[in-house]
């Protein structure tokens, strides 16, 4: 079992940017989500995904930030224009319907903005 | 959902057993005790989760006071590896976890 896959592991970007971060989930689950983690407001969670569709993005801190699951395998979050703010690591997580509150998680892209 | 409340931070030595405590005394009926921890530079990882019995896997064992009121997270034999954060998170057990909230958690530091 792969897991949940994340790219990039680490990025670097000039303030301005844009940010693309992917996510590949675990094969048959059927909820994805973003997590953001920062030493001053820890674990959030950002917007999440039900087959495809997304379901709560109230996490979604402003217009900049955006989301799209095109198909069940395959996430992207993005960061238009980034800011230095935003430097965090962001975490992608899936499950399946049946396992409550049981989700896996990725490794995290760790995203600096300079 | 219910408020928890952990300690900031426990020590541990190689081998003993780590009892990681959690109050939730606001608890509903209906809400399971779930426990993840997240180890430096890796993703949250889920542990244990149970309702009002006491739980056990490969990994630890989950023991939930009968009023409910608090929990106690076992690590039977903690090795350098379970140097973690622990989260204790109280939440219905819906069909999936949809706004799964971390709080602060518990820094584990197991010592040599």
């Known amino acids: 079992d792969a897991g949940v896959i994340q790219s990039p592991r680490h990025e670097v970007t000039e303030m301005g940017q844009e940010v693309t971060l992917r996510c590949k989930p675990i094969?048959?689950?059927?909820?994805l989500f973003w997590y953001r983690q920062t030493m001053m407001r820890g674990l959030e969670l950002l917007i999440y995904?039900?087959?495809?569709?997304?379901?709560?993005d109230s996490g979604m801190p402003e217009d900049r930030f955006s989301a799209k699951m095109p198909n069940a395998s395959f996430s992207t979050l993005k960061i238009q224009p980034s800011e230095p703010r935003d430097s965090a690591v962001y975490f992608c997580a899936s499950s399946f319907w049946s396992s409550g509150n049981t989700i896996y998680f990725g490794e995290g892209s760790w995203l600096t903005v300079v | 959902d219910a408020k928890t409340t952990q300690p900031p931070s426990m020590d541990c030595a190689e081998g003993r057993a780590a009892n990681l405590p959690c109050n939730h005394s606001?608890?509903?009926?209906?809400?399971?005790v779930y426990w993840y921890r997240q180890i430096h530079s890796q993703g949250p990882q889920y542990i244990i989760h149970g309702l009002k019995n006491n739980e056990t896997n490969e990994m630890a064992s989950l023991i939930i006071t009968e009023d409910r009121k608090s929990s106690t997270l076992i690590l039977p034999h903690a090795t350098l590896r379970d140097t973690a954060v622990y989260y204790c998170i109280v939440r219905v057990r819906e069909t999936s976890g949809s706004r799964l909230t971390f709080g602060e958690g518990t820094q584990l530091t197991v010592n040599p």
């Open positions: 094969s048959g689950h059927d909820y």
């Open positions: 995904f039900n087959n495809n569709v997304p379901i709560d």
């Open positions: 606001t608890i509903s009926g209906n809400e399971y």
